[in-house]
């Protein structure tokens, strides 16, 4: 029987992630996989994490299972984190919040539950979206259309032409929007355009659906929920996948949640025993130690503190690299506008490279790019932006 099988293609960025590590230039540099690099090149563990953890492990007595739920400590904080603690929605307790192996797992939980409850039902996902969030969608069975959202001549949102679209989606549909961070473009709404966006995804009778992944990376805590605190209306329904792997730099303890937000804290139950009967079937249940980690450091003030400063220095450092990089750009190509990428927000921009030239960068310059152009600001340090951008400018003046 496996002898039938044919091999699928390899991950289109993991993929490229094998090649550089098997590239033997020593001045190669990868720009692909979205993950937080600090000046050296490395993925750091914070400093509150090792905290929590030395706390943790002095204190642990048991190996048991969570709930089905994961724990209600965690969940309760997610809550108070992204709405805030006094937000209606966590006072009137009609949000269900879920600990789920990752942000990708609150997603796969979620197009579950949407398939199960509402099966004639679309999740709209913006063109360009991340790129497992469809195969994410289409495995749980949901069928996935595209709405417009990045306009390449200005590298940033095209408003108009996705409200157009946002209008004539049929009610009852789903609408995934990127809370802050857009991945891949780094291009975001303004507080404005966001309200302008619920106010159409409401009056048409749609679902919203967050995808919060980078809390904290873009302006800050406050101004990056600008998106969900417009959606975040009394009485209204809405789901938000959400992720600690970038701002806790928690990428292998895989840990996220899934919050749902109903009309009342009685609908709120009954979701919740819909969403909980998905998950027994999927995973039964969370792993523990992620978790715990987040939920020592934001209930306690200090590490708390520590880690609002240390989540400040990621996101600073990050749009000092958009900044250095426009700078270095602008000296060698003066009649090339590369202001957008400091304008962007996130680990992530749009380059405007196109795929013969992202190839070009790879096979003479050991430079990786995600062939749609996406690079991961957080790649670049003062190291190597200088031959980054050498060889970027020979790349676009065709040399």
Not at 138 to 153: H, K, L, T
Not at 211 to 226: C, H, K, Q, T, V
Request: proline content about 6%.
């Amino acid at each position: 029987m496996f002898d039938a099988i044919q091999a699928a293609p390899p991950d289109a960025i993991l993929g490229l992630s094998e090649a550089f590590r098997t590239d033997a230039n020593p001045a190669k540099v990868n720009l692909t996989v979205g993950v937080y690099k600090d000046e050296s090149g490395q993925t750091p563990i914070l400093e509150t994490v090792k905290a929590a953890e030395a706390k943790l492990l002095a204190g642990e007595g048991s190996k048991g299972y969570l709930p089905i739920e994961g724990s209600a400590k965690f969940c309760d904080l997610t809550q108070k984190l992204f709405f805030g603690a006094d937000h209606e929605v966590v006072a009137s307790q009609r949000a269900a919040t879920f600990q789920t192996p990752g942000g990708t797992g609150a997603l796969r939980v979620a197009a579950d539950f949407v398939h199960q409850n509402f099966p004639s039902a679309s999740i709209w996902c913006s063109t360009p979206t991340w790129p497992n969030h469809p195969k994410v969608f289409q495995a749980a069975g949901v069928r996935v259309q595209n709405y417009p959202y990045f306009e390449a001549g200005c590298h940033g949102v095209n408003l108009d032409a996705m409200l157009a679209t946002i209008r004539e989606i049929p009610t009852g549909d789903i609408v995934c929007l990127h809370a802050c961070c857009h991945n891949p473009t780094g291009a975001d709404p303004s507080a404005e355009q966001w309200k302008q966006i619920a106010d159409a995804v409401y009056e048409r009778g749609l679902l919203p659906f967050l995808d919060f992944a980078y809390l904290g990376f873009g302006d800050g805590i406050e101004p990056d929920r600008s998106a969900l605190m417009e959606f975040a209306r009394p009485g209204v329904e809405l789901l938000m996948a959400s992720s600690y792997s970038k701002n806790f730099g928690l990428y292998s303890e895989r840990v996220g949640a899934l919050s749902v937000v109903t009309p009342t804290a009685d609908s709120a139950r009954t979701v919740a025993s819909q969403v909980k009967a998905t998950i027994r079937t999927n995973y039964s249940n969370p792993p523990s130690h992620g978790a715990a980690i987040v939920a020592e450091i934001l209930a306690d003030s200090e590490l708390r503190e520590q880690w609002n400063g240390e989540l400040a220095d990621m996101r600073e450092r990050i749009n000092g690299m958009r900044g250095l990089f426009t700078r270095t750009m602008a000296y060698r190509l003066p009649d090339r506008d590369f202001s957008f990428i400091e304008r962007q927000r996130g680990m992530f921009s749009y380059s405007g490279l196109t795929a013969q030239q992202v190839d070009t960068l790879k096979e003479k310059y050991s430079i990786y790019i995600v062939r749609d152009g996406r690079i991961n600001v957080a790649g670049i340090n003062s190291s190597n932006v200088v031959p980054l951008c050498d060889a970027i400018s020979s790349v676009l003046n065709g040399e």
